[in-house]
């Protein structure tokens, strides 16, 4: 690694000093590093737009800020910057600053001068007090013993982003428990929010990912009784928001208040592509009871970006059925490939009992495409006594894609299949799909084509972006999800059969026929 060009630039802005030395160490450190410490450099006119989050009408001398994952501070000049230019009464400004990253000390204490410097030609005093350690095993007691320690004025963080292992002592150390996988920018979310004080405001960019599915539903209520969310920023590009990283993440900042602090009923959410965009962003008012939702038993928050999303949101609203109502339930596929690859071939054995295997690749809209032959997937599983359990009774199904690729159009694809595709009593599921059945007796064709239509509209696509960040959708959510009635869907179903056609167009005009929608928007 080369040495970094470390000269103070007392002329320079601290943010704009923060960013060049953020930049050329982030230039010279492996992708492994990165995604190791989970570490992703704030550009400088997002943290401006964060900074500019924050409600700075108060008259306060002293200020008490926190960065828990500070990187090279650059958060934490923005943020500085904006209060000494917008508060004169200020004269005093003490930042707790934590990162993990040994080779970030000597960068962090240039940085530190610099912005000390600068804060004296103010005529403000600042004091950084820096730990290169992690904040939240700094900060185990108070959070362990759930005693809420309101230290902090401001609190303002680009977390890391990585999943934490079972058993980390860091998900523990909470007075309520938290369930299921868990990431790290979550834990500092929730570490974070305990250490408000009574007027206390956090500005936080994070992946979406914490706005549904089950392994965050513990969080969220946890989260959620400490402060008040109240506003939204998202960057509709998956890679725009640290394009220098490219990190595929769908990122949002977000804005919350201490519960202490008065409350709005409201929200604020606003869009740009990225961070070139910030300054023409589009910006929308909700009520917090139409973006907090409860489906099934999930807590969902809406985050609609546009029109069509905003009307699936109000739709699906209006819906009081789920798979569970109808007798229904989504299952994930049984066939872990690399765990039963002796049970695997790509051409049938005619001297032993081999079924179909389906792979996500097999699952297009409204079509099941096997075998394809231009892949190096095996089409076949054994049928055994010793492979009983990863092979499901051939029957009429609806296969669901578990994931999307960054570049898919669509998050949800929708197969039918009938029983009488095959000649097999038995089939495989690739792990990768789900699979959607009657617990009791078998589809009827209207009913798995009506279905089938449903998920692969553009409306039904819509609603699952106004919830999820992810690219997959679980099971879990699949069986929580809004309804219409099931003669509806089974209208929609005797419509698609009856036009022998697969085309979105056909679909998207049978949909919003059926619901009264706008046409503008397929």
């Known amino acids: 690694m080369k040495k970094f060009n ?32 989970g570490q992703f450099f704030t550009p400088v006119k997002v943290a401006n737009f964060m900074a500019g989050l924050f409600d700075l009408s108060f008259q306060k001398k002293k200020i008490k800020i926190l960065d828990p994952g500070c990187g090279v501070l650059s958060l934490t000049c923005s943020l500085v910057e904006r209060l000494i230019d917008q508060n004169q009464c200020i004269e005093k400004i003490e930042i707790d600053a934590f990162d993990i990253d040994p080779s970030l000390v000597t960068l962090v204490t240039n940085v530190s001068d610099n912005l000390r410097n600068w804060g004296k030609e103010k005529n403000v005093e600042i004091i950084l007090n820096y730990s290169n350690s992690d904040f939240l095993l700094s900060h185990k007691t108070y959070l362990e ?39 790290i920018y979550s834990l500092f979310l929730l570490g974070a929010s ?37 506003y939204f920023h998202l960057f509709n590009s998956r890679t725009e928001g640290f394009k220098r990283d490219k990190v595929l993440q769908e990122n949002v900042i977000l804005k919350a208040v201490s519960k202490h602090k008065t409350q709005s009923s409201k929200i604020k959410i606003s869009t740009s592509m990225g961070v070139s965009d910030l300054e ?5 008012e909700f009520s917090t009871t139409q973006l907090f939702k409860k489906i099934g038993t999930l ?31 989504v299952s994930t596929g049984p066939v872990v490939p690399f765990r039963c690859k002796s049970q695997l071939k790509h051409r049938k054995s005619m001297s032993s009992n081999y079924v179909p295997l389906i792979w996500m690749h097999n699952c297009l809209k409204m079509r099941l495409n096997w075998p394809e032959k231009k892949t190096a997937k095996e089409a076949w599983i054994l049928d055994n006594d010793q492979s009983n359990s990863k092979t499901i009774r051939n029957q009429n199904y609806i296969f669901l894609r578990r994931f999307s690729s960054k570049d898919d159009k669509a998050k949800l694809v929708a197969t039918p299949h009938l029983k009488e595709n095959f000649n097999h009593d038995k089939l495989g599921v690739e792990n990768h799909l789900n699979y959607l059945y009657k617990q009791e007796g078998n589809f009827e064709l209207e009913e798995i084509f009506g279905l089938s239509v449903l998920y ?9 972006r106004s919830l999820s960040g ?40 049978i949909v919003n026929k059926t619901f009264d929608l706008s046409q503008k928007h397929t």
């Open 145 to 183: 013993n759930g005693h809420n320690t309101p230290i902090y004025d401001f609190i303002i963080s680009n977390p890391p982003y990585f999943k934490v292992k079972k058993g980390d002592s860091r998900i523990s150390m909470f007075n309520s428990p938290l369930q299921g996988q868990q990431n």
């Open 280 to 284: 023409l962003l589009k910006e929308k």
């Open 456 to 464: 692969n509209s553009s409306i039904f696509d819509a609603y699952i």
């Open 194 to 230: 305990k250490l408000l004080n009574k007027e206390g405001q956090l500005v936080f960019i994070v992946p979406r990912s914490f706005t549904s599915g089950l392994y965050f539903q513990s969080f969220q209520n946890l989260f959620l009784k400490e402060i008040d969310i109240e």
């Open 299 to 329: 807590n969902i928050i809406h985050l609609p970006v546009n029109e069509l999303e905003e009307e699936a949101m109000y739709l699906f609203s209006t819906w009081n059925h789920n798979l569970d109502s109808f007798g229904m339930k």
């Open 6 to 37: 470390n000269t103070l630039h007392s002329h320079k802005l601290p943010s704009t000093f923060s960013e060049e030395i953020g930049n050329e160490y982030s230039d010279n450190i492996s992708k492994d590093q990165k995604k190791t410490l």
């Open 470 to 509: 992810n690219t997959q959708v679980s099971a879990t959510e699949l069986n929580a999800l809004p309804l219409p009635p099931m003669d509806t869907i089974k209208k929609i179903g005797s419509q698609y059969l009856s036009l022998n056609g697969s085309g979105m167009q056909e679909i998207d005009n």
